[in-house]
Nanobody, 121 residues
């Protein structure tokens, strides 16, 4: 199976920055898309940003111009640089990866355990 390990969450003041990272490991043949999602208390889980293996990116309107997603294909790692953080960015952030595994062979979608990001005034 494919496992995702996240790091970089924490407490930050409004206007500050954080950098999240997520590394995938396991029986991976290829990873097509990696991304970040977030869920605030009482809210649904929403897409924040995604990136394909050839570098195509997609961002939620609420984070455009403030967040940047990137990935290192050789290390199966995705990053999320978060700048000018706002109180509304407070949420649990989840890493996601989708692609093809080798054991068992087939498509997979895996989620990280989630990391808390708290923005204070």
């Amino acid at each position: 199976q494919v496992q995702l390990v996240e790091s970089g969450g924490g407490l930050v003041q409004a206007g500050g920055s954080l950098r999240l990272s997520c590394a995938a490991s396991g029986t991976i043949l290829s990873i097509n898309v990696m991304g970040w999602y977030r869920q605030a208390p009482g809210k649904q889980r929403d897409m924040v940003a995604t990136i394909t293996s050839d570098g195509w990116t997609n961002y939620a309107d609420s984070v455009k111009g403030r967040f940047t997603i990137s990935r290192d294909n050789a290390r199966n790692t995705v990053y999320l640089q978060m700048n000018n953080l706002d109180l509304e960015d407070t949420a649990v952030y989840y890493c996601n990866a989708g692609g093809i595994a080798t054991n068992p062979y087939g498509r997979f979608t895996s989620w990280g355990q989630g990391t808390q990001v708290t923005v204070s005034s």
